[in-house]
């Protein structure tokens, strides 16, 4: 009974000011529906806000977390099925021989080390919480079972009882953590141009010298190597590079005196959407924001003393070793002047309409194997953070949610491992702060930029200290932004990572911060939304007259928008494409970044520089005019530039209209605070904030936040795609809080009660 009994006098005092509603003018709540769920000990009141937003009272911690399992899964049970059998690996049940591969990487994943460790590494209770999660979870499955979601009438199947370990699953993990494939990448062009251009053109920051490891042959490094965890990333984008951004913001800044935290994590745009938000009250809870529909807690949001936000750091937590086989035994590789056996796992994959497939997993010292290559007598194996205990995503939030105060707040970081992450900080006593969080490994004498070889000459080193990581306390400057980019203070001595997002977010954030004080709420909606293009004051000057008025802004109803962002996109190429053999060019694929081209600009003959303007500036004219029209004042950024939503499921008409939602005109691109980046080819909005918060220190009750389509994946709920229409227009709602608050805003009342 360690939770019941963990209760503090302030804690139970909250709980019942929480429950009793005394505060403020009594609000008449509406009916409640009545709902018997198995394992909860006593009632549990759920009010669900005008959107869609459950706040969950609970006079236990054990109910606290049954009743959250169970309320996230009325309102997402398709999405978590599939994150389970995603995570578990048993897609190919449901979908079919095309996911085998995917299972068989989500196997290799598989943390098969020390449960003991890894339960405690989150939260010393964690291993409650998250069963009485699973417990919720399952008594919302029980219930449904004549009444399932119409995505599981549309698949033919149903939904099975979860375990506490399928919270533990790491493939979300794996992809927040993903350095192999850029590896693979640098290897080939290394392979093409040779390590000191390949530095040139693709430079790690902070700069370090490109070495072939010894003993590295480049020859067959390709995507060969990581075409199952393509496959098993199939419809999740695998890059690192989707962005996010968040700052805090001290009391000296702004209007009220008290500190504002905003936060709008990036990935990718989807129906139904990535994040949920919940409100979560009992022993020792009182926390609000959103976090992952499978999983407990809150990644994003704050409680009634600390608000917390985060964006992706780049810490390196992948290698790529390649290990020599053994040409008289395959399953033999050389480490450490011997031969050592692969561990080999054996399993069956069920798949849907055929017999099951029987697969082998192979594991060498460093990790799983992604791929043989027997020709050649290689294998390659991935080492990363995943394999240790403590490193499924997010799970370290059941810790952070419940810090209040700095201290607290970096004991809990201790326990932050996957994803690696920049973590700010307010607090209501006026405090703010950053942490870098996150398990780095230690290299000596290598850099981590490029495969190696796996005889035991690269290995890491152990972890370095959490307390070693970069932070800040109550800077002078009073903000601190974070955006992806190279968070590195001047003179940091140790080597976390080389691989970051450009700058130009930041800056344009770190601009308008320093720009003046009094900022509002209000103010930090308008930055969330900035359209500025830092990159596009820049460049437009090569652009002559036409763009002479411009202000560099990326409306969605912007010509000038329209034209620079395709001119762009053409001219790269033709930069890119003079220095570069077509291989090579290939092997770089995206990663050419804006600030090179404009370096190139800057330095070409003016002759070359405006012939290679003109040309692209001609093929955009002609591409948008084939797109839209001949008449340009029609043209504009938002007509090419659309967010869609189209459901997974969507693969008829019967089916698209039910479950998809169309598109909306987006403003913004990658490099603009309202990060609206694309990574489709067509100029369609992939990635950015499908959620934003904005948490007011001053009074909880005026932070705000935005969601896309809305909380429920069930088309026929009313909050499937409510709150499309205010995130496309950039408008917020309440992040209400009080009790006094959710009650005003109340639309559905639950009563969980225990069953009989």
Known sequence: ???????????????????????????????????????????????????????????????LF???????????????????????????????????????????????GDMDAEWASYAPDAKEIISAFVEGVNAAIAARRDTLPVEFKVMGFAPEPWTPEVCLTRMAGYIMTRNAASEVARAQLVREIGAQASGEVWPPDPPVAIEVPRGLDLAGIDEAILADARAAGAAIDLRRDEGSNNWTVSGALTKSGKPILANDPHRTIAIPSLRYLTH???????????????????????????????????IDQQDLYVEELNPADPLEYRHRGAWRKMQV?????????????????????????????????????????????????YLACL????????????????????????LVYADVDGNIGWMAAGLTPVRKGWSGLLPVPGQGDYEWQGWLPMSELPRLFNPPKGYVATANHNILPAGYPHAIGHEWASDWRFRRIDEVLRSRKGF???????????????????????????????????????????????????????????RLPPAALRALGTRTPVELTIAWLDAA????????????????????????????????????????????????????????????????????????????????????????????????????????????????????????????????????????????????????????
Request: aromatic share 8%; proline share 7%.
């Open 605 to 756: 003959p003016e002759e070359e520089r405006g012939r290679l303007v003109r040309e692209a500036l001609a093929e955009a004219r002609a591409e948008i005019r084939a797109k839209l029209g001949p008449d340009d004042s029609r043209w504009s950024w938002g007509a090419l530039h659309q967010a869609s939503f189209l459901h997974p499921l969507g693969k008829n008409e019967d089916l698209r209209k039910r479950f998809d939602r169309g598109s909306v005109p987006r403003g913004g691109d990658g490099n603009t605070v309202n990060n609206t980046s694309s990574t489709s080819g067509d100029l369609r909005q992939t990635h950015g904030a499908s959620f934003r918060m904005i948490a007011d220190v001053s009074d909880w009750d005026r932070s705000v936040a935005t969601s896309v389509p809305g909380q429920s994946g069930d088309p026929a709920s009313p909050h499937y795609d409510d709150l499309l229409p205010l995130w496309a227009e950039g408008r917020y709602f309440p992040l209400v809080f009080s009790r006094a608050a959710v009650e005003r805003e109340t639309r559905e009342r639950l009563l969980l009660k225990p069953a009989r």
């Open 345 to 393: 796992v054996r399993e069956e994959i069920r798949v849907k309409g055929r017999a099951p497939e029987r697969v082998e997993l192979h594991f060498t010292v460093h990790g799983p194997v992604l791929h043989e290559d027997r020709p050649r007598g290689r294998a390659y194996s991935l080492r990363w953070v995943g394999t240790e205990p403590g490193t499924a995503g």
């Open 280 to 314: 979560l009250v009992g022993p020792g809870w009182n926390v609000i924001g959103a976090g992952e529909p499978a999983l407990p807690g809150v990644a994003a949001g704050h409680n009634d003393r600390v608000a917390f936000g985060f964006t992706i750091v780049g």
């Open 399 to 422: 810790s952070l949610n419940r810090a209040r105060s700095w201290d607290e707040f970096l004991k809990a970081l201790d326990r932050w491992k996957v994803p690696s992450e920049n």
């Open 66 to 112: 049954r009743a959250q399992g169970y309320v996230v899964a009325q309102d997402r049970l398709w999405q978590m099925e599939m994150w389970r059998r995603t995570g578990e690996g048993t897609l190919a049940e449901v979908l079919g021989p095309s996911a085998i591969r995917r299972d068989r990487f989500a196997r290799l994943m598989k943390y098969r």
């Open 520 to 578: 509002t709420v209000e103010d930090f909606q308008a930055l969330q939304h900035d359209e500025v293009s830092l990159p596009a004051r820049r460049l437009t000057p090569f652009l002559g007259s036409d763009f002479a008025a411009w202000d560099g802004k990326l409306h969605r109803d912007s010509k000038e928008a329209a034209l620079f962002e395709v001119w762009l996109r053409k001219l790269t190429p033709k930069v890119w494409g003079k």
């Open 1 to 63: 009974m360690y939770l019941d009994m963990n209760l503090t006098v302030r804690g139970l005092l909250q709980l019942a000011l929480c429950l009793s509603g005394c505060a403020g003018p009594a609000v008449r709540l509406p009916p409640a529906q009545e709902v018997a769920v198995p394992g909860l000990e006593q009632p549990v009141e759920v009010l669900r806000d005008r959107w869609g937003i459950p706040h969950v009272y609970a006079r236990t911690t054990r109910d």
